[in-house]
């Protein structure tokens, strides 16, 4: 859009302070070292201020194509930045504590972090459902390959949003029944998953983007996109049968 209104402009500068974050904590992790993997990590704040930065700031792009109020749209990119900010915070927070960030109920502080951290996952859930139920059910705007792209781009997002709620889920029941090591390691098999769907509404819509800056043809920047999307299936198609393989 040509002249960003002040909810878009917000969140692209709070995306971007997400993106640092990560940085730097990937600066941290190379001063101070220590495992790149496990519950206790820099990998979380890295991982999370760069994936959460990055959705965010495509998020709020990629809604200007939808057919949706701009009151609503502000109210709703506010909250879900406000929600951005309380994870990537909460993992960091925890990260700098030493201790894990999510299924940790160790302690009365430690129950609330992993709650809220739990609870604004499943407003990103709604939210991100919202935007995806919107985005099937009005046609979006945009150039040609745009709407394809942006549905098939949030339809593979509840691919994620779905293996992160399943990965909380299942976590929780091992903790709550005494199995805290096995909720840690009850995760690992639907990470690919999650990763790999992320951001495909990104870089999918990115691509429409890419393609309308060039002299081809309507046609074959659809062949494109489609190819693109499709590409973009096979590879979560195989991040699920290896979290079904590994589980």
């Not at 878009?8 to 600066?27: D, F, M, N, Q």
Request: charged residues 15%.
């Amino acid at each position: 859009m040509d002249h960003p209104r002040p909810v878009e402009r917000l969140c692209h500068a709070i995306g971007l302070l997400l993106v640092v974050s990560g940085l730097v904590h990937l600066a941290v992790f190379a001063v101070d070292g220590g495992p790149w993997y496990g519950p206790v990590s820099w990998r979380k704040p890295v991982t999370f201020g760069l994936s959460f930065g990055v959705t965010l700031i495509a998020v709020t792009w990629v809604t200007s194509y939808l057919r949706i109020g701009e009151r609503a749209r502000t109210v709703l990119l506010a909250v879900f930045a406000a929600d951005c900010v309380v994870e990537v915070g909460g993992i960091t927070l925890q990260a700098w504590r030493r201790v894990p960030s999510h299924l940790d109920m160790e302690t009365p502080f430690d129950t609330a972090v992993s709650m809220t951290l739990a609870v604004g996952g499943g407003v990103l859930v709604v939210l991100l459902t919202f935007f995806a139920a919107v985005s099937f059910r009005y046609r979006p705007t945009g150039p040609v390959g745009m709407p394809a792209a942006v549905r098939a781009g949030f339809a593979v997002l509840l691919v994620a949003l779905a293996s992160g709620a399943a990965m909380i889920a299942r976590g929780v029941v091992l903790t709550r029944t005494g199995h805290q090591e096995a909720a840690y390691r009850s995760t690992a098999p639907l990470k690919p998953l999650h990763a790999v769907s992320l951001h495909a509404v990104l870089v999918l819509p990115a691509l429409a983007w890419l393609l309308s800056r060039t002299s081809w043809s309507d046609r074959a920047r659809r062949r494109i996109v489609a190819a693109a999307i499709g590409c973009y299936a096979a590879a979560v198609a195989a991040a699920g049968i290896w979290a079904v393989l590994t589980r």
